[in-house]
């Protein structure tokens, strides 16, 4: 597309009006955002309860409508997940390292953690970082370019270690995952007593 910048915004603005269809989708988002704004005031649960599941019936009706599409989109999100885990290219290995080093961080410099919670987070952020230190230095050891992910994925070692240091990154995010939702709960339910 060669759109100037105007065009785009131009594009943009009379975008929902271009069919009733998108008239009507704006309108009912706007109903939805001015309900849940007046209830933020009145903070009644009908309100609450009603947009919810005017929210779940709108998007229902439109997974029904496009239930083939989604599937399709769904079924691609999936196998793009999967290969970014099984064979990920090394700006996504490099992301997860340094996600991994700043729960790290985070995990050494929170005073109100668990000691058990911190203990885990140590265990498995060292080895996930570990294990990226160990497929640096077999990528130098082995002369292998790191922008060639055919290249990385030729050595055994080398596809060994990224594929472990998944699954150890993919544990340790459910884990803090798991603890946060079970800790906010548990914050609730004492709070509430």
Known sequence: MDLSIIDQLI??????????????????FLLILIFLIYNE????????????????FFFSLLAFYFSEDIVTVLSEIVKTIMRCFYFPNIVFYILTAI???????????KNNLTKLNKIITYIFTLIHLYLF???????????????????????????????????IFIILILYKVIYHFCYIRH????NTK
Do not use: G
């Open 99 to 109: 996600i991994s080093l700043v729960i790290l961080i985070y995990t050494i410099l």
């Open 41 to 56: 005031k009145r903070q009644n649960k009908k309100v609450k309860y009603a947009i919810t599941a005017l929210i779940i």
């Open 133 to 167: 230190t160990n497929f640096i230095s077999l990528a130098i050891i082995n002369n292998t370019s790191l922008t060639n992910t055919a290249n990385i994925y030729q050595h055994d070692n080398m596809f060994i270690i990224v594929l472990f240091s998944q699954i």
């Open 11 to 28: 594009t943009f603005i009379t975008l929902p009006f271009q069919s009733f269809l998108t008239i009507e989708i704006l309108l009912i």
């Open 187 to 190: 914050s609730k339910l004492k």
